[in-house]
């Protein structure tokens, strides 16, 4: 189960699971400890305990808070390496 998901420009781009330890840092996001992304924390809204799309992937959905909706722009990554 999802329970945090890390919003940039209204893309979902991040999520963690049950027992991840997540922290804003000044210039990145880390996970248990572990340096995963580079965006800033003022770039950056962290949504706690949602649920999330069975097929989420980053970048694929927008979330406001409260809604999912469909990034008409996302291209499936597996389709480019053919």
């Not at 189960?1 to 840092?25: C, H, P, Q, W, Y």
């Amino acid at each position: 189960m999802i329970t945090a998901t890390l919003k940039n420009n209204n893309l979902s781009v991040f999520r963690a699971e049950d027992g991840d330890v997540v922290s804003l840092e000044l210039d990145h996001i880390k996970r248990n400890e572990e340096y995963i992304y580079g965006l800033p924390e003022d770039e950056v809204t962290l949504y706690l305990n949602v649920g999330e799309p069975e097929d989420w992937s980053s970048g694929k959905y927008f979330f406001d808070g409260v809604n999912w909706s469909r990034n008409p722009d996302w291209i499936d990554p597996e389709e480019t390496l053919v």
